[in-house]
């Protein structure tokens, strides 16, 4: 039994609790100005052996009076005040990571994969570091930048870290420009999907500058997840002509 041997109350309304409390527990504070609820958790922190200390840190009584209690809560087998999944316990100890007064913080999918934050750490899993395969990406793109003296009927070669889904590279998602208007091009995939192919129909114009587009989220890997088209631009010089390769392009041919 939990017993209570000093209550104090400062000029500006605020309680605070003494009592006897021990290391291998945590202790709650809630407020209510019935006995039928304690809605209003004010404090919870864990225990010490000896004498410990709670105290209202919300807006102190109303009206004058208020009911106090204290629930002593054992650190192995916490409870999950917020009912969001994640007791208590594991939310106190998570560096400010999650809050036991949260409701929403283990609903949540701070990583992105699909995994509400509390069904990740039910599973033994980070919340903080999805469990998602990494994205397939571009791994290089040929004319390379810097590079000089590209023939004009030389072919636009981009490869992938990952295979792509063939059926997804078309003249709608990649595709070539000058100035913002679409060029003929060709489009194959290699068979092993890692390598994506565009042949200019009649070569490169001269002392033009080309554009290579991939619209974001078009074009997908062998499982079906969008590819990472975003990287750098990369410029490559050809005698006469100039080679711009812009690979997140938002525009899209009509």
Known sequence: MLLVDRVDLNENGKVSIGFEA??????????????NSFEQVLSIQLGTDGPFELSDVGDGLIGGSGLYRITQAEIANPIDLDNDGIDDLTEMNSGGDFDPLNPLDGLEDFDLDGAINAKELEDGTDPF???LPPLTSIAGISPTLGEQFVSPDRQVR???????????????NVFLLINENPIPASISVS?????????????????????????????????????????????????TFLTRYLCNASTRPM
């Not at 042949?199 to 989220?217: L, S």
């Open 129 to 131: 570091v999805s469990d």
């Open 191 to 239: 068979s092993t999907g890692k390598v994506m192919t565009l042949t200019p129909v009649g070569g490169f114009p001269q002392e033009t500058t080309i554009q290579v587009g991939i619209v974001p989220d078009t074009l997908m890997d062998s499982q079906g997840v969008p590819v990472d088209v975003v990287m750098d631009n990369l410029v490559a010089h050809s005698g």
């Open 158 to 172: 981009i490869t992938f870290d990952g295979p792509i889904n063939p059926s997804s590279a078309t003249q709608f």
């Open 22 to 35: 021990d290391a291998s527990s945590y202790y709650v504070l809630a407020r209510s100005q019935d006995l």
